[in-house]
């Protein structure tokens, strides 16, 4: 899989070179600001771009703002957002254009690595990947309607909005895929969403619901 | 003794240069009034008054620049009234009236007792180079043979004597009307004290939010990056231990490099906030550690300061610190000195050095944030630094514990 990576510390940037390439990917460009990096996206036409929110010249949110461009330019691609802290709202922008090929994580995620490179081939083959930081948040904010379901049933809705699929979220609760099914049923049943399985669908649709 | 004087012409030639001001307005104020009282100045009063409190504003400045703080009496956000309703108004214009007339008076003679002095003492020199019959002293007596030519070369150095002596109080005398008048009446004293505070606190709350994004900013884009590199080259560390444990040796070094950075970062934005040395050693063993550390050598003496509350030692602190650092980086100074005394309810530091001077104050310097801080507290900062030379800043912070 071929990578470009945008992040504008150098040792940071240097680690994820460093990691990713000794997993087999092929690091085909790692850059410092918006600019290269977009440069990088139209040179190498890469699968999957991992790209830092903060990077000059404001460090702000030019690392969204870039990603955004990218993901216009380049359809296909899959762009993982990576943040020192969760703000809903560059969530938000995100997955204005839709909810396929993006991710959005917090750096410390690389860590648990496991999970950090299932996120990052989810972005790269069209799926989603939302840091649980960032459910936890949503959760904390629309309580009302989110009060009706079972704890259990909450469990699955955050997973389920985190990007992850039925038999992921099976493993993780340590329950069947038909369980995982028929509280997936009664979420949509009681927060009035049309059941649908793609997986993006069901992101968008959760997402849109909790921002209100 | 000499230098005094100096300062003092100094002195005497701005004060000499808005009492030259406050002439000009004072001649305007007497056409307006003409005016007046055949009925078409009236529009004119507005526009005088400004210029008036304009003039006022500018000695309040000179004043301060000599270290004579006139708190000027006009909020900032206060518009212009009518000297009738404003007591304010009414002195600037009774000082406009002394300093343009009296004021012009004593600079015109401070400035030429020296310059007759200079122009007597060495007419030895340069006498017979003018027409025969027009050579004279200073004072007009007309003289023409040597022994009247020395007699008038030595008049010169009496009026170099004078001028030495004199020029001091004269200028003392010239600022008097300014520190009586400009300054805001006894009586409105405490509301425009209230005022003042209100707009130092509303100063501390913004140098406070500004103090914070300082440090958050820190954090974020030194520490916290850092540490982030700790996680991302330790998981690099691991799956290489997982795959082949030789090839996990630059790994864990850039791990030590980059938990090492972390904790200089944390170090340096704790020292910022504040120096551990003020909690270990107090202001003194503080400030004598950063003379020590400077690079212009420094004579530091420190009286008996009792306790001070941590933030005035904080702010004392990071001041010396600025001074210093603004000494070394523009001054060119080689040497430095810097006292530091308590008197009774008040903290006094002065720090000087021997360099070029020229310094100013530009917003957003460091020290602007160290104004800011000082206003806070209630104090004030006085930075003189006359081109060519010493530059001088006062401190002074209330510290009643």
Request: hydrophobic share 45%; net charge neutral; aromatic share 4%.
């Amino acid at each position: 899989m071929r990578i470009v990576i945008a992040e504008d510390d150098a040792l940071l940037r240097e680690g994820l070179v460093m990691l990713l390439g000794g997993e087999g990917f092929e690091v085909v460009a790692a850059v410092s600001n918006p600019q290269e990096f977009l440069a990088a996206v139209a040179r190498h036409s890469p699968d999957v771009a991992v790209v830092d929110v903060r990077m000059p010249p404001t460090h702000t949110d030019e690392g969204i703002k870039a990603a955004v461009e990218a993901r216009r330019s380049h359809p296909g691609m899959g762009v993982l957002v990576l943040s020192a802290y969760v703000e809903q709202a560059f969530a938000t922008e995100l997955l204005a254009d839709g909810a396929r090929s993006v991710g959005y994580l917090l750096k410390e995620r690389v860590g648990q690595f496991k999970e950090f490179l299932d996120a990052l081939k989810r972005v790269a083959s069209g799926g989603v990947a939302i840091d649980p930081e960032v459910i936890a948040q949503l959760f904390i904010r629309r309580r009302g309607p989110l009060d009706r379901l079972t704890p259990r049933e909450r469990e699955v809705l955050a997973l389920m909005a985190e990007g992850l699929g039925n038999v992921v979220i099976a493993e993780r609760l340590q329950i069947t895929e038909g369980a995982v099914h028929k509280h997936i049923s009664s979420i949509f049943g009681k927060l009035d969403l049309a059941p649908t399985d793609r997986v993006s669908r069901r992101v968008t649709a959760v997402l849109r619901y909790l921002e209100g | 003794m000499t230098r005094d004087a100096f300062e003092a012409l100094d002195r005497l030639a701005g004060g000499l240069g808005t009492a030259l001001l406050a002439f000009a307005t004072l001649t305007g104020w007497v056409v307006v009034g003409a005016a007046c009282l055949i009925g078409i100045g009236l529009p004119m009063v507005q526009p005088m008054l400004s210029v008036t409190r304009s003039v006022a504003e500018r000695e309040r400045v000179r004043l301060g620049r000599w270290g004579e703080h006139v708190v000027s009496p006009y909020p900032a956000a206060r518009p212009a009234k009518g000297w009738r309703t404003d007591p304010a108004t009414l002195r600037d214009l009774i000082w406009l009236a002394v300093h343009g007339s009296f004021g012009l008076l004593l600079g015109l003679l401070g400035i030429a007792l020296p310059v007759m002095g200079l122009r007597d003492a060495s007419f030895p020199l340069w006498w017979h180079l003018l027409p025969d019959g027009e050579t004279g002293s200073s004072l007009g007596i007309p003289v023409h043979t040597w022994p009247g030519v020395m007699a008038v070369s030595l008049s010169g150095f009496v009026w170099l004597a004078i001028s030495m002596m004199c020029s001091r109080p004269i200028a003392r005398l010239q600022s008097l009307p300014g520190r009586r008048l400009l300054t805001p009446h006894p009586s409105v004293d405490l509301s425009e004290r209230v005022a003042r505070l209100t707009a130092t606190r509303a100063g501390a709350l913004a140098a406070h939010a500004a103090e914070l994004r300082r440090i958050e900013r820190a954090l974020h884009d030194g520490a916290q990056n850092r540490l982030l590199a700790v996680v991302v080259m330790a998981t690099a560390a691991k799956r290489a231990l997982e795959r082949d444990p030789a090839t996990i040796g630059p790994a864990l070094d850039r791990v030590q490099i980059a938990a090492e950075q972390a904790l200089a970062e944390l170090r340096g934005v704790v020292r910022s906030i504040l120096p551990p040395i003020l909690e270990n050693k107090g202001l003194a063993g503080a400030l004598s550690a950063l003379a020590t550390g400077s690079p212009i050598p420094c004579d530091l003496s420190v009286g008996q300061l009792g306790h001070l509350p941590l933030s005035v030692e904080a702010t004392a602190y990071f001041t010396v610190a600025e001074a210093l650092t603004n000494a070394a980086k523009h001054s060119g100074a080689t040497r430095l000195r810097a006292e530091v005394a308590r008197h009774g309810e008040v903290l006094q530091i002065e720090v000087e050095d021997d360099g070029v001077g020229g310094a100013w104050e530009r917003d957003g310097s460091g020290l602007a944030g160290i104004r800011r801080r000082v206003e806070a507290h209630d104090g004030s900062l006085t930075l003189t630094s006359p081109r060519g030379g010493p530059t001088r800043m006062k401190l002074e912070l209330p510290c009643a514990s």
